[in-house]
């Protein structure tokens, strides 16, 4: 049992979406900022509470009909609980019910008791076919976000619904792991809920963890072998490793020295060397500038809601424009230590179209740029992700039958 006498798996999980909803903490923050429990009372937790957030607007619902009136935010937060695990997780009813009333006394809600029985016990018996009458990818998704993506909107919420499979890119020559699927990109895919440290070529440092659509932006620099290549905002250094791997000469820069300390460690894990650098990209300057620039830009991470739900809840339309001012600075910034005639690829894990074409749009019109535009044989089996510009536009909606991928923008230019 937990410090409250609440089940500890339960109690980490209401913390978590307490401080989610409530003070609009990132999950992997609350994560780790969870008092010590067992491993797998922390996994536990992660997974209930990665699944309220996933599916929050659908479980409301079906707890709405239940309800008189709206019970405090805490109270809510163990209803979610509940219904999460019988209505999506199959947890056994007398488990989900009974933890949830236990969670409501441990916490100092025991009046709140027999509303919490009562309700779950409903949704008990009537919460699945409540779930299945209802549009979910409406409900799952705030209207800014759905109106935003367009015609892909139900692709995309669709797609939210389930956790993302585990993508890996591996060295050159190594075999792939047990019971992985070779992507037509090159990437290698794992189901869900693979924990990467088991496998073996996770010691050997023969892989690393990349969604295939963060793949991408690397390998569009083309060949790299021999050149000066800048990785910008470069941790945790999955790209940094795609470019060593392809023999470039590459520095790394990241304004988070601790970030940029993890890129060392894993670059020490697969055996690969770059220059790395912890310093402001909009102020730091090399000594001569660089053949190739890879912008893997901050963003709004709109493109990764699957492997982090909480981002839909934290989010606001302000972010975007916050978003977009940086990613032009950046943008600036990355052309002046580009060499003439070199190679910038911009890429942003967002699905936020603010931050793709239209920031490539003002760059070449402020700085002279042109685009190198992409070729669908560049990118197999996402030709359908390429635009009319030449540009590269992923969305979860892709590949459907194979797991999905990650929301990416991708834009290569020259100067």
Request: aromatic letters at 4%; charged letters at 20%; glycine letters at 8%.
């Amino acid at each position: 049992m937990s410090k409250t006498g609440a089940d500890p798996t339960r109690d980490a999980a209401f913390v978590l979406l307490s401080a989610v909803l409530d003070r609009r903490v990132p999950l992997d923050v609350a994560l780790a900022g969870l008092p010590d429990i067992a491993p797998r009372d922390r996994a536990a937790a992660h997974r209930i509470a990665a699944a309220v957030l996933r599916r929050l607007g659908s479980l409301d619902a079906v707890l709405e009909t239940h309800l008189r009136r709206a019970p405090p935010p805490a109270v809510r937060h163990m209803l979610r609980i509940g219904a999460a695990q019988l209505v999506l997780l199959g947890a056994p009813a007398h488990a989900a019910v009974s933890t949830a009333v236990g969670l409501a006394h441990a916490r100092g809600l025991g009046k709140f008791a027999g509303l919490v029985n009562a309700v779950l016990r409903k949704v008990s018996a009537e919460g699945a076919a409540a779930l299945e009458a209802l549009d979910s990818p409406r409900l799952d998704t705030p209207a800014w976000l759905w109106a935003s993506w367009g015609a892909a909107a139900r692709a995309i919420a669709t797609a939210h619904q389930a956790e993302a499979p585990l993508d890996l890119t591996l060295k050159d020559g190594v075999a792939m792991p047990e019971g992985g699927e070779r992507l037509p990109s090159g990437s290698v895919r794992l189901p869900a809920g693979t924990d990467v440290t088991q496998l073996y070529g996770y010691a050997a440092g023969t892989l690393w963890v990349q969604d295939a659509a963060a793949a991408l932006p690397a390998r569009l620099l083309g060949d790299v072998a021999g050149r000066r290549v800048l990785d910008l905002c470069a941790a945790p250094g999955g790209k940094t490793a795609q470019l060593a791997a392809s023999g470039a000469r590459v520095t790394a820069l990241d304004r988070d020295a601790r970030r940029l300390g993890r890129l060392r460690e894993n670059l020490g894990r697969l055996g690969f060397a770059a220059e790395t650098i912890a310093a402001d990209a909009l102020n730091w300057r090399p000594a001569a500038p660089f053949d190739a620039i890879l912008l893997d830009a901050p963003c709004s991470a709109t493109g990764t809601i699957r492997r982090h739900p909480e981002i839909v809840h934290l989010r606001r339309p302000r972010d975007i424009e916050a978003c977009a001012a940086m990613q032009d600075q950046l943008l600036d910034a990355a052309v002046a230590m580009l060499a003439p005639g070199g190679t910038l690829v911009y890429a942003v894990c967002s699905l936020q179209p603010e931050e793709g074409a239209a920031r490539i749009e003002a760059a070449m019109a402020r700085l002279g740029l042109r685009r190198a535009p992409i070729f669908p044989a560049e990118v197999p089996g996402l030709e359908a992700a390429v635009t009319a510009e030449g540009d590269v536009a992923t969305h979860p909606g892709m590949w459907a039958d194979r797991g999905g991928m990650d929301g990416f923008f991708i834009a290569r230019l020259r100067r």
